[in-house]
């Protein structure tokens, strides 16, 4: 091998065994009268291409075995003889160790033994583009990836599975890439099911050939009970030459005969998993164009056949899925003996289920159908954009989810942890600001000493912990407003702590009026604010201009804990899910921008939705703020 073919080898050695093992044997030739790979001591390529070998887990394992003698020579020999590069090899091994442990905290356990690993770990993310990302997929998604880069130097494959042209659009498919980004996941190829429509389609020919799949013009509601009682089709014995005919002419040309049928595996008729009776592997759909094929195909397969055919030729090793297809998998296998394909090992994990809430695409979809919520990305929706749009950080989401671990124990849990994990990342770096709600605020009157004849203007920092959070301009003036609620709450003489500015006496006040319209304060800065029991919010009313807001707080979209399969949506859905508020804020509250995190004084988190400059012309300039649940409440 020359110079330039070693070079690049560095990065081509991370690969899984079946793509490096040329690489391997060519390396075992290069070596047969070689000591190093490039001269005649351990240089930079030596050392690049045995560090990438030895963090090959694969590749270490089949060099041990000593079947290329020359390449298990040097490694040895470098291995032995060169102790200086055994401390770029801990820090590595200590670093991934450290990944692990940082993953399985809080009761998490990554400690899988995934089948054959050695041979080289391939998982894969096989979302259907007929939605926005869940959750539920954000779990799938992170776990094939830590499988597949973190916890193994394998490979992650995003497939999406477009088999359903009816539920697809070009939306969903940019929006699932986009999420996946955006949560830090990079898949090393990205493929989809529609890729392979003529492979699959060889597929369900050679299985109609060899007597393992038939065509079927049963009715669907007949086709369904003859499943669940266990009653073979009529058709189940057609001859091998008229399924082929109804597969490869009719329903491929989406004719009057070819829409009538299905294609059915040969499995089972009465199995007492119900999920191998005669399962659907093809079906026809002319009604709606395929996104990415067009008009091409009439008939399309079903997921059940897709994803064992394709996983396999793809070269994945490992597929990870949800305990919801835990019944399937010996579906799943028969495929692959059947059409003896190379194996893929499964591991089922327990899918996130949470407190009134469901993960149902199909559920979802109507919401957003009905008008029930704004959109997908609704900040009642348990989608990965909703969530964020709520004021969840993606480092919070990755770290809850990747916490919770692959186990396969199935539970519900509330969202009070969720949204905790979340505060731990935000408190420390939200700016602190001030908002008083528009209805009835109370003009409060400064007298004493110490108050400013004309406004003034301080430099604090906006978060009290947190210098690098910044400074912002507070205005001090002799008028404030106040909120209703607090006023209420005053008796005449009583002192209270103004925050961010020091204690006064409440004068003039008239408790027992309805509406509080006004009262003073005799400012107090000597008083400690320790010994008052009030500390309350403020805003100066001159000297700044005050910032209009919408404060919204939102609630569960549905009223019961747990929605059984049995349970009509539409009658636990929460008639009242959104409140709105108007407010004042503070004047530096006018530079933040969409997608800022702060914290209001007295009130909690939110995420900015909307900043005044995230208006068209035209359009009333104001704040638009979503009130972030802290896991105080467990509010979604």
């Known amino acids: 091998m020359k110079l330039d073919e070693l070079k690049p080898l560095e990065a081509l050695l991370t690969a899984d065994f079946r793509q490096i093992e040329p690489r391997l044997q060519a390396l075992d030739k290069h070596l047969i009268l070689r000591t190093y790979l490039d001269g005649y001591t351990l240089g930079d390529i030596d050392t690049k291409i045995w560090l990438a070998l030895r963090g090959n887990r694969a590749a270490v394992s089949f060099i041990k075995r000593g079947s290329l003698a020359n390449l298990a020579r040097w490694f040895n020999y470098i291995e032995e003889n060169h102790p200086e590069i055994q401390a770029e090899v801990k820090a590595k091994d200590a670093a991934a160790k450290a990944k692990v442990a940082a993953a399985s905290k809080a009761g998490a356990s990554y400690a899988l033994a995934l089948q054959n690993a050695d041979q080289g770990v391939v998982t894969r993310f096989l979302p259907e583009p007929s939605g926005y990302l869940h959750i539920g997929h954000a779990k799938a998604a992170l776990l094939s990836d830590y499988f597949a880069h973190q916890a193994y130097k394998g490979q992650l494959r995003l497939r999406l599975d477009d088999t359903n042209p009816s539920k697809e659009k070009q939306e969903y498919q940019d929006a699932i890439i986009e999420d996946l980004a955006l949560m830090g996941i990079k898949p090393d190829t990205v493929t989809y099911t529609s890729d392979y429509f003529d492979y699959l389609y060889d597929m369900c020919v050679r299985m109609i050939k060899e007597g393992h799949a038939y065509a079927d013009d049963t009715d669907q509601e007949t086709m369904r009970d003859e499943r669940w009682n266990g009653i073979a089709s009529a058709r189940r014995d057609r001859s091998i030459e008229e399924n082929l005919r109804i597969f490869t002419e009719e329903m491929k040309n989406g004719t009057e005969e070819g829409l009538k049928n299905c294609i059915r595996a040969k499995l089972s008729v009465d199995n007492p998993n119900k999920a191998l009776r005669d399962p659907v592997i093809y079906r026809c759909n002319i009604e709606t164009p395929h996104h990415r094929t067009g008009t091409k195909w009439k008939m399309y397969p079903m997921y059940d056949f897709a994803c064992p055919v394709v996983d396999s030729h793809e070269g994945v090793t490992h597929a990870l899925r949800s305990t919801e297809y835990t019944d399937r998998n010996p579906q799943y296998q028969w495929f692959i003996d059947t059409l003896k394909l190379r194996q893929v090992y499964m591991w089922d994990f327990a899918r996130m289920n949470f407190i009134r809430t469901f993960l149902s695409k199909r559920k979802l979809a109507k ?68 908002a008083i709600a528009k209805k009835d605020a109370v003009k409060v009157i400064v007298k004493g000493a110490d108050a400013p004849a004309e406004p003034v203007k301080q430099e604090k920092p906006k978060h009290p912990k947190n210098k690098e959070v910044g400074t912002k301009q507070v205005t001090f003036a002799n008028e404030l407003i106040m909120d209703q609620a607090d006023a209420k709450s005053f008796k005449d003489g009583e002192e209270i702590t103004i925050m961010g500015w020091g204690n006064g006496f409440v004068r003039n006040i008239d408790s027992s009026a309805e509406v509080i319209p006004t009262f003073e304060i005799d400012l107090n800065l000597a008083g400690d604010v320790k010994t008052t029991e009030k500390k309350v919010t403020w805003l100066a009313s001159k000297g700044q201009t005050l910032v209009p807001a919408e404060l919204w707080d939102f609630d569960y979209l549905i009223t019961k804990d747990v929605l059984q399969e049995e349970d009509n949506m539409e009658d636990f859905l929460n008639p009242v899910t959104e409140t709105m508020e108007e407010a004042w804020c503070d004047e530096a509250s006018a530079t933040l921008k969409k997608d800022d995190i702060i914290q209001l004084e007295r009130r909690g988190y939110y995420r900015v939705d909307k900043g005044l400059n995230d208006w068209k012309e035209g359009e009333e300039k104001k704040l638009v703020l979503f009130c972030i649940p802290t896991g105080k409440t467990g509010s979604k």
């Open 367 to 434: 919401l957003v159908d009905t008008g029930k919520v704004w959109g997908w990305d609704d900040p009642r929706m348990p989608t990965i954009r909703g969530v964020r749009r709520r004021g969840m950080g993606i480092p919070a989401l990755r770290d809850f989810i990747l916490k919770q671990g692959p186990s396969r124990n199935v539970v519900t849990m509330d969202w009070t942890n969720f949204w905790a994990s979340n505060k731990k990342e935000i408190d420390p770096i939200a700016p602190r600001h001030t």
